[in-house]
Nanobody, 124 residues
Framework: QVQLVESGGGLVQAGGSLRLSCAAS????????MGWFRQAPGPEREFVAA????????YHVDSVKGRFTISRDNAKNTVYLQMNSLKPEDTAVYYC?????????????????WGQGTQVTVSS
């Protein structure tokens, strides 16, 4: 099983950009589809984006389409989330997650390996 470590969060002004990275340990990275989730203060964690094991298929939630892009580099065991045109409502803790590549990308409940999260704060 992989272990996940996020980085790249921080404070940015509205309209700015950040790139989050998620480094995975282990030699089985290509067994996993990868996703990004976020959680603002409150109980619910929002599914943001996902990418399949090869990088050939991606999913982005409507609220981030055209602004965020998920990608992965299997040679580096890393998945990225490029975030452009950031808005204050994007402020949240962003989590990287993984699931075995055997179910559709958008099945959020299938993601069962989690990183520790990285804070993104967008000021107005």
């Amino acid at each position: 099983q992989v272990q996940l470590v996020e980085s790249g969060g921080g404070l940015v002004q509205a309209g700015g950009s950040l790139r989050l990275s998620c480094a995975a340990s282990g030699r089985t990275f290509t067994r996993y589809d990868m996703g990004w989730f976020r959680q603002a203060p409150g109980p619910e964690r929002e599914f943001v984006a996902a990418i399949n094991w090869s990088g050939s298929n991606t999913y982005h939630v409507d609220s981030v389409k055209g602004r965020f892009t998920i990608s992965r580099d299997n040679a580096k065991n890393t998945v990225y989330l490029q975030m452009n045109s950031l808005k204050p409502e994007d402020t949240a803790v962003y989590y990287c997650a993984a699931k075995i590549s055997s179910s559709p990308l958008s099945q959020a409940l299938r993601y069962d390996i989690w990183g520790q999260g990285t804070q993104v704060t967008v000021s107005s």
